[in-house]
């Protein structure tokens, strides 16, 4: 079974930091997804990598997928409040009917 | 992408009774999923939801306790039976759709049982 590690698990900072979360896995992805979610809300896919050394920009954010495709990293540049949640890799396997891995989770905290 | 939407979205349930979750999306989905998670955490899966067939439930989850239908590519239920303290949670329905397996969720049934 893959297991899907993110660090830090928890991560509280101040408006207008920045910060980067780790996603890790024990084999190779075939494609890898980070969602946000907001409390009393559902997971909200921000964005889906799929090529080795692949880099993807959200306004503020920035995806990165490791060349060996086994790891992923979320980089956020100036912190807002609005960033706050819980942040969630996953790791989709091709074909239709394979299950997405969640990894671990890490909750965001920005202080104003 | 795909909106979809839970019912009820919180509940407080006397245990050893059985909620009902119902789950209603936009669009005609393939694949609808339920899942569980407890506030702060990551999401676990219970089973797939196949239109036409019985559930396919993972390691640890089982039909008489998670008993799901899906009459049709929109529309999923989900019952917890016999509730017990243990399985206060959220419960999350979501549906996959797009070429790389992206997947929506809806906001989630927040469930607890006394």
């Known amino acids: 079974t893959q297991l899907l590690e993110q660090s830090p698990q928890f991560l509280s900072i101040q408006e207008g930091e920045n910060l980067t979360v780790y996603c890790n896995s024990s084999?190779?992805?075939?494609?890898l997804q980070w969602y946000r979610q907001e409390p009393g809300e559902g997971p909200v896919l921000l964005v889906t990598?799929?090529?080795?050394?692949e880099v993807k920009k959200l306004k503020r954010l920035t995806f990165q997928f490791g060349d060996a495709r086994k790891d992923s990293s979320l980089h956020i540049t100036a912190a807002q409040p609005g960033d706050t949640g819980l942040y969630l890799c996953a790791e989709g396997g091709g074909g239709a009917t394979n299950k997405l891995i969640f990894g671990t989770g890490t909750l965001l905290a920005v202080q104003p | 992408s795909a909106v979809i939407s839970q019912k009820p979205s919180r509940d407080i349930c006397q245990r050893g009774t059985s909620l009902t979750i119902q789950c209603q999306v936009d669009s005609q989905v393939t694949m609808m999923f339920w899942y569980r998670q407890q506030p702060g955490q990551s999401l676990t899966l219970i089973a797939t939801?196949?239109?036409?067939?019985?559930?396919?439930?993972e390691s640890g989850f089982v039909i008489d306790k998670f008993p799901i239908s899906r009459p049709n590519l929109t529309f999923s239920t989900l019952t917890v039976s016999n509730m017990s303290p243990e399985d206060s949670s959220i419960y999350l329905c979501s549906a996959r759709g797009g070429a790389w397996n992206e997947q929506y969720f809806g906001p989630g049934t927040r469930l607890t049982v006394t």
């Open positions: 990598v799929v090529t080795g050394g």
């Open positions: 939801a196949n239109q036409g067939s019985e559930a396919t439930y």
């Open positions: 084999s190779v992805f075939s494609s």
